[in-house]
């Protein structure tokens, strides 16, 4: 079936790094833009970054432009994350979502605290 | 703070309707038909209930429905079933450079 499986969460320092992995099985994943969606505990939801299908087109938000990038490999059917420069603030669960949010995996729990 | 504003909460008895408000731009909602509406319940993840504003993925039920006005989405529930009690966040794609943004959520309680 139709399936995200996140992985790459845990507990990481102020300043430390982290790279967060997508799998995608059950459907062609070189045919969709996918996204990655972060929720701080007790908060909304918050968009984090987009990348088109082909790779060639990507958006951050602004909390984590510069820090923060976002990659696919449509051979492995795989999103990343890689998170540079953590924050306190960052902390959260982070979901990777097909498209428009029609697929959702089951998140992953990143926490930035020393 | 939230680029489109929903109500923090919203609630209504069994059967009744309701209806969750999302406003936001001519830049986001007012600009474009890609408003999408997600139901999260409590520590699982988002579940889209509708997009491009009025329309329903397969398996959504039918007392769930999308409208927009201006620069103001709308998520309607009838027939409210104790189910339906759960977050609800709205998002719309934006020319900003942010690409997509979100709503602050609504928590729907069935009385």
């Known amino acids: 079936q139709v399936q995200l499986v996140e992985s790459g969460g845990g507990l990481v320092k102020p300043g430390g790094s982290l790279r967060l992995s997508c799998a995608a099985s059950g459907f062609t994943f070189s045919d969709y833009y996918m996204s990655w969606i972060r929720q701080a505990p007790g908060k909304g939801l918050e968009w984090v970054s987009y990348?088109?299908?082909?790779?060639?087109?990507?958006y951050y938000a602004d909390s984590v432009k510069g820090r923060f990038t976002i990659s696919r490999d449509n051979a492995k059917n795989s999103l990343y994350l890689q998170m540079n420069s953590l924050r306190a603030e960052d902390t959260a669960v982070y979901y990777c979502?097909?498209?428009?949010?029609?697929?959702w995996g089951q998140g992953t729990t990143v926490t930035v605290s020393s | 703070q939230s680029a489109l504003t929903q109500p923090a909460s919203v609630s209504g008895s069994p059967g009744q309707s309701i209806t969750i408000s999302c406003t936001g731009t001519s830049s986001d909602v007012g600009g474009y038909n890609y408003v999408s509406w997600y139901q999260q319940h409590p520590g699982k993840a988002p579940k889209l209930m509708i997009y491009?504003?009025?329309n329903r993925p397969s398996g959504v039920s039918n007392r769930f429905s999308g409208s927009k006005s201006g620069n103001t989405a709308s998520l309607t529930i009838s027939g409210l079933q104790a189910e339906d009690e759960a977050d609800y966040y709205c998002s719309s794609y934006t020319s900003s450079s942010t690409f997509w943004v979100f709503g602050g959520g609504t928590k729907l309680t069935v009385l």
């Open positions: 979502a097909r498209s428009v949010g029609d697929v």
């Open positions: 990348i088109s299908s082909s790779g060639s087109t990507i």
């Open positions: 491009d504003v009025s």
